[in-house]
């Protein structure tokens, strides 16, 4: 298996809502990242999860709240967003101690209303 | 010192010919330089990576030539199809998950019929 699976593809939510998102891979990686894609830009760095560890924040918003419960699987919980952070929402995943084979899921399509 | 500077922005192109993105960076230390397609609404897919011990890399139609001593890179996609047309990142790392992938700011690639 050589995918990262992000679940849901579109998500619409009100700004009051609580959802999460969803990223799971079967390849070992010990590293996990979100991302935030704005349109015609490249993606940016929001978390980084390293042996399940919370390695990286970029100074998000606590409004998003990342969490891992194991090797192969990273959620983002969402609470409270603003219009702003409609974006595509990228999860990422590495060999631990190196980028080399640094995949992309597909990414979560969010929309705040 | 940690940017990555990626050209041109935009790129059009017929069908059959060569496509050329350039990268350029700063930090020495890097180590890692992937290139991504990208097309709308998806993740970013990795296409082909090279390390700074070779000069060139080739897949298919598509081939990174890497310049250590001018710290610069270069994406060459041959006989360019209309199905090539997507977003191209370039980008560049050292080390592991506590290290950011530093992206390009993405190459808009038209392959005309």
């Known amino acids: 298996d050589t995918e990262v699976t992000q679940t849901p593809k579109h998500l619409v939510m009100g700004m009051t809502n609580k959802k999460s998102l969803k990223c799971e891979q079967h390849?070992?990686?010990?590293?996990m990242y979100w991302y935030k894609q704005k349109a015609k830009k490249p993606p940016e760095l929001m978390f980084v999860?390293?042996?399940?560890?919370?390695?990286i924040n970029e100074s998000v918003p606590s409004r998003f709240s990342p969490e891992c419960p194991n090797s192969s699987l990273l959620n983002l919980h969402l609470h409270a967003l603003q219009p702003e952070d409609s974006a595509l929402y990228l999860c990422?995943?590495?060999?631990?101690?190196?980028?080399?084979?640094?995949?992309f899921g597909s990414g979560t399509r969010l929309t705040v209303v | 010192q940690q940017q990555v500077k990626q050209s041109p922005q935009s790129l059009i192109v017929q069908k059959g010919g060569i496509s050329i993105i350039n990268c350029a960076y700063e930090?020495?230390?890097?180590?890692?330089f992937p290139w991504y397609q990208q097309f709308p609404g998806k993740g970013p897919a990795l296409l082909i990576a090279?390390?700074?011990?070779?000069s060139e890399k080739k897949e298919g139609r598509f081939t990174i030539s890497f310049n250590k001593s001018a710290k610069q890179f270069s994406l060459h996609i041959m006989d360019s199809q209309p199905g090539d047309s997507a977003t191209y990142f370039c980008?560049?790392?050292?080390?592991?998950?506590?290290?950011?992938?530093?992206f390009g700011t993405g190459t808009l690639l038209a392959v005309q019929p």
């Open positions: 990422a995943s590495s060999q631990g101690d190196r980028h080399y084979g640094y995949t």
């Open positions: 390849m070992g990686h010990r590293a």
């Open positions: 999860y390293s042996y399940e560890k919370l390695s």
């Open positions: 930090n020495t230390a890097f180590d890692y």
């Open positions: 090279i390390r700074p011990d070779v």
């Open positions: 980008a560049a790392s050292y080390g592991g998950a506590t290290n950011k992938l530093i």
